[in-house]
């Protein structure tokens, strides 16, 4: 059984910041590509930003020059770095992560519960 776990969610003025961590436990071999989605009311969900497991980035164009992702693969962790945020910013942030329960199987992509971020003055 794999669970993840985000955090750092929470209500912040226009122009503050914000840190999201999700963390990934359970039966986990290897993690491939991890990410966060956001879903605003009325919306569908979509892609905020991706790392794979060597480091590399993608960021929707919103975001490019505000948010940063990071991981830490020893902690089985990606990070969301969320500076300078806009109203529109305000969603439920998903995290997931494409991993192996064991050497061999195939890889699924798991979600985690969400977090809301609000952005207001």
């Known amino acids: 059984q794999v669970q993840l776990v985000e955090s750092g969610g929470g209500l912040v003025q226009p122009g503050g910041s914000l840190r999201l961590s999700c963390a990934a436990s359970?039966?986990?071999?290897?993690?491939?590509?991890m990410g966060w989605y956001c879903q605003a009311p009325g919306k569908e969900r979509e892609l905020v930003a991706a790392?794979?497991?060597?480091?590399?980035?993608n960021y929707a164009d919103s975001v490019k020059g505000r948010f940063t992702i990071s991981r830490d693969n020893d902690k089985n962790t990606v990070y969301l770095q969320m500076n300078s945020l806009k109203p529109e910013d305000t969603a439920v942030y998903y995290c997931?992560?494409?991993?192996?329960?064991?050497?061999?199987?195939?890889?699924?992509?798991?979600w985690g519960q969400g977090t809301q971020v609000t952005v207001s003055s």
């Open positions: 997931n992560a494409e991993l192996r329960t064991a050497r061999g199987s195939a890889q699924y992509r798991y």
């Open positions: 359970g039966s986990i071999f290897s993690i491939n590509a």
């Open positions: 790392i794979t497991s060597a480091g590399r980035t």
